[in-house]
């Protein structure tokens, strides 16, 4: 019997801008019990990620410009929130009432670009604040994994991972938004099913599945673990990025 | 610390038409040395209910007509392979060289509506046995639940998973094909994050994300398992079935 385990880890303290995510990460494991072990992949909300960034804005300091206006009007949305939206996209895809789809500036294709209002560290009343990606959830993650490599002297992975809604399917999913270690896709073209033929599937979604699964454990909202460990899954060492894991934009049927 | 272990239950036999999978699955769980316990979810890859519901085709038995001799033109596939496609679809989304896209008559949005030639049991020069998906795979999580609980007596769930690629991300990961106990959405509006603001992320898939976590574990092609339990996940008794998880298509931008 295969066993796949995921532990989500309870009692991670608030974080602000400057936090040492790598400390709070190895102090919530041993308040838990848990001792990072060779192979494990830690996956780590990119909410407290961009906090511990300090990737916060307050929106009395935009000002909306002519496209953040007219995206505003079609959705509803806020035009200076329109206006960061637009400023990390690369392009928007749809706008709709309620609704906007875009190619990131990390390249994922993503409602309102990652532009989150809630759990910020800030009163109830105040709803001025709002949270970007990470700069770079990739260089994010490799640093965090060298940080923990470091200190436990294992080999461990590190996945940052978000929420995504899909096209054709309703609710999100964890999804791979920075990567080190693992690979975001294992390619199995070449290889031969039990019975000798190609096999069908021949990429496997491995840093998003890893997501999928973890942000499963990890929860939302009151309630939620930012931070959880993969053990028992068996990898081989990649120097893939998250931005691996993205379909190149000619190959986009859907755009 | 919240956790989660998924077991791929290993040595599960070759499964043929008529095979009686809820006993072959109680048996190998025996032999894996499980006890299915309350709330555990029971995730059986697609391929072994087609198998047991004797969902082959010789494709010597199939005529292609025009629209299949296009689609195989367009896409130069076997146009006894688009044949069968176009049967198996309530529309063809996309259809390019090596490609194409449709949605199944079951609602999804997938690759070659499901038709896959790996994997058979049949020798490996015998390339004209396709497999289609079953015929109502949430008919099928039912009366497998509905088997599995009466044999143990505990409250389960079962996923039937697949595996699909996504329209801007690399790799496949797992869905949910068929589904009966947990609910394919889980909805959260309404409700508040730790500070009081309504949550971003207000539905959850929630069937799609245990399947995805244990196709991860159960692996694809020789050394692959087709059957995994996934415990330690909460869930409240749900009446949705899989399609429950489809976007309707009247709120489809990407079509």
Same mark, same amino acid.
């Given at each position: 019997m295969r066993t796949l385990a995921i532990h989500a880890l309870e009692g991670m303290p608030g974080i602000r801008p400057g936090t040492d995510l790598?400390?709070?990460?190895?102090?919530?494991?041993?308040?838990?019990?848990?001792?990072?072990?060779?192979?494990?992949?830690v996956v780590i909300a990119q909410k407290i990620v961009s906090k511990a960034e300090g990737r916060s804005v307050r929106l009395e300091a935009i000002v909306p410009g002519a496209a953040a206006q007219a995206l505003a009007h079609t959705t509803g949305k806020d035009p200076r929130l329109a206006e960061l939206v637009l400023g990390e996209s690369a392009a928007v895809l749809r706008a709709r009432r309620n609704v906007v789809v875009v190619e990131h500036r990390l390249g994922h294709v993503m409602a309102n670009a990652g532009v989150d209002r809630s759990n910020l560290d800030a009163a109830p009343d105040d709803e001025a604040v709002v949270l970007l990606l990470p700069e770079d959830p990739d260089r994010s993650a490799a640093a965090l994994r060298d940080r923990l490599?470091?200190?436990?002297?294992?080999?461990?992975?590190?996945?940052?991972?978000?929420?995504?809604?899909?096209?054709?399917?309703?609710?999100?999913?964890?999804?791979?938004?920075? #990567?080190? &270690?693992p *690979?975001?896709?294992?390619?199995?073209? =070449?290889? /031969? +099913? #039990?019975? &000798?033929? *190609?096999?069908?599937?021949?990429?496997? =979604?491995? /840093? +998003?599945a890893v997501a999928a699964a973890a942000v499963l454990v990890m929860g939302e909202g009151a309630e939620g673990c930012p931070v959880a460990v993969v053990r028992g899954q068996s990898w081989s060492e990649s120097r893939q990025t998250a931005r691996d894991g993205l379909r190149p934009r000619s190959e986009d049927m859907f755009r």
């Open positions: 790598a400390d709070e990460i190895l102090g919530a494991a041993a308040r838990n019990g848990l001792r990072l072990a060779d192979g494990d992949i490599r470091a200190a436990t002297g294992v080999r461990l992975g590190v996945v940052i991972s978000d929420s995504f809604g899909r096209a054709w399917r309703l609710g999100t999913v964890g999804v791979a938004l920075g #990567l080190a &270690g *690979p975001a896709v294992i390619d199995r073209r =070449g290889e /031969a +099913d #039990l019975y &000798g033929r *190609p096999l069908q599937v021949t990429e496997i =979604g491995f /840093a +998003d």
